[in-house]
């Protein structure tokens, strides 16, 4: 099979540091390519993907995300390479490029991934594609709120656990990672950590107006020895860090579409306290591989549980159902249902 995919202009594939999306898309067209199919992949020209790759852009657009004209260049240029590499079915990561592919003379076969929550501005862009582009979810949470809009499958997040070092979790400290975001919950995680006498360590993404004034407002005053905010990490630090925590802390609240650091911890035998809110129980199984917590009480009243769960079975989910293979597999059973 031919395949085309189409990443989103805002960061490279793979990203240098924050990027959810780019990391499961990297996954993605390398499994592809292993599995024996030829891929084209249409990104930023810094990025280092190993499969064929084409750009019209030198640089990702992470300034400017959500900007219509940056995305739409990029899209043009997309849906043009694939004319060129003709694909039996593109697999268009944008939010853009579906509705420009179906307008065109002769349109390619298109199925597109939601990776965000379906909102009431997203549903209605979603709803208009849905005939002529297949909608993947990514978990039964995202697609619960908007129950009459056609999903062709829901398909979990995997990756390749050998890229994720097996620690001990001999580091003595907990572990954020995320956005820099109410909704993600740095200061429910420092709270947490607080309550139970146990250092955080936080990793987050900061670059927008509105998560510099939530982190001088919610999270700086409260840094100390015992509370550090590391910034926005290397891929390489972030897997020591992950590998070396007792525990990393998921307080969300929201509606998360997925969560891959929850998977990325499990990679590295890092069992995970979240609270049960978006796609988290559908990747944590409470008691096995985390806890899944009421509130910030009863999640710094985990932190003294951390040692019943087995390091092994955490990885062991990674190895099997959050893998790479599997992900890549319900793919390419969907693709042939479609081409």
């Known amino acids: 099979m031919r395949i085309g995919v189409v990443a989103p202009p805002w960061a490279p594939i793979p990203p240098v540091l924050y990027g959810g999306i780019e990391v499961v898309l990297d996954h993605l067209v390398t499994g592809y390519e292993r599995a024996g199919h030829d891929v084209l992949l249409f990104t930023t020209g810094e990025s280092t993907a ?4 084409r750009h019209l852009l030198e640089r990702a657009e992470g300034s400017r995300i959500g900007y ?3 995305e739409l260049r990029h899209v043009m240029a997309a849906y043009d390479a694939m004319d060129e590499f003709q694909p039996d079915i593109v697999h268009d990561h944008t939010l853009v490029g ?3 592919g179906a307008t065109r003379t002769h349109p390619h076969k298109v199925v597109t991934t939601a990776h965000n929550a379906f909102t009431a501005e997203l549903t209605d862009v979603y709803r208009r594609l849905a005939p002529t582009s297949p909608i993947i979810a990514i978990s039964h949470a995202q697609r619960r709120p908007v129950p009459d809009l056609p999903i062709a499958r829901v398909i979990h997040h995997g990756i390749d656990a050998g890229d994720f070092p097996i620690g001990t979790g001999d580091g003595g400290y907990l572990l954020f990672l995320g956005r820099m975001s109410p909704d993600k919950g740095p200061h429910r995680a420092m ?4 309550k139970a006498g146990v250092p ?4 987050a993404k900061m670059r927008d107006p509105w998560e510099f004034d939530y982190f001088e407002t919610y999270v700086r005053p409260y840094l100390n020895d ?4 590391l910034g926005e990490v290397p891929h390489e630090k972030k897997l020591e860090l992950l590998a070396g925590a007792a525990a990393l802390l998921f307080p969300i609240r929201w509606n998360e579409p997925f969560g891959m650091v929850m998977i990325e911890a499990l990679a590295c035998g890092t069992p995970v306290l979240a609270f049960p809110e978006g796609a988290v129980p559908e990747v944590i199984e409470d008691g096995r591989t985390g806890f899944l917590c009421h509130d910030v009480a ?6 003294g549980k951390i040692g019943q769960i087995d390091r092994t079975a955490c990885r062991q989910v990674v190895e099997g159902y959050f893998s790479t293979e599997r992900m890549v597999r319900e793919h390419l059973e969907l693709f042939e249902t479609l081409t």
């Not at 955080?200 to 990793?203: A, E, I, R």
């Not at 015992?226 to 905010?229: E, F, R, S």
């Open 50 to 53: 190993t499969v064929p790759k």
């Open 68 to 70: 219509a004209a940056p």
């Open 98 to 100: 579906p509705l420009y």
């Open 191 to 194: 709270e947490a950590a607080y």
């Open 200 to 203: 955080l360590v936080m990793c």
């Open 226 to 229: 015992d509370i550090q905010y």
């Open 298 to 303: 009863d999640m710094a009243e985990a932190v």
